[in-house]
């Protein structure tokens, strides 16, 4: 079914490009200038044969884009399957053993060297 409007969509296409580069201008080079009659469909009216046919096409390639996307489209599940999923239960963190015996003596600070005046070069 896919590759059945897959094709049509590709022969509307083709025919609809066709048909518009088949339809010759009404006004000249006025119209890009901003020129151009007041009406709106021009002095010849709204008809013709490829103007109707062009519309068919257009019509027709929507119509093929749309089912397309119908045919093409993956269908979602009902359920979600992300609530399906069971968390695994961590372990609950062991406590510190606590110290056999305190230490008798607090710990000192490292003992820093004295600091040393250092020589200053002569003044000139």
Do not use: W
Not at 50 to 55: C, E, F, P, S, V
Not at 77 to 86: G, M, P, V
């Amino acid at each position: 079914m896919q590759s059945l409007i897959l094709t049509l969509h590709i022969v509307v296409c083709v025919t609809l490009v066709i048909l518009i580069l088949l339809q010759a201008g009404k006004e000249g080079m006025g119209v890009i200038f901003g020129g151009g009659s007041s009406s709106v469909f021009g002095s010849s009216g709204a008809g013709g044969m490829l103007t109707k046919l062009t519309a068919f096409m257009a019509v027709l390639f929507v119509i093929t884009c749309l089912s397309y996307n119908l045919a093409t489209s993956t269908k979602v599940a009902q359920q979600s399957t992300i609530l399906d999923i069971k968390l695994e239960e961590m372990p609950a963190p062991a406590e510190p053993a606590a110290p056999a015996q305190p230490d008798p003596q607090p710990a000192t600070p490292p003992a820093t060297p004295p600091i040393t005046p250092q020589a200053t070069p002569p003044a000139r």
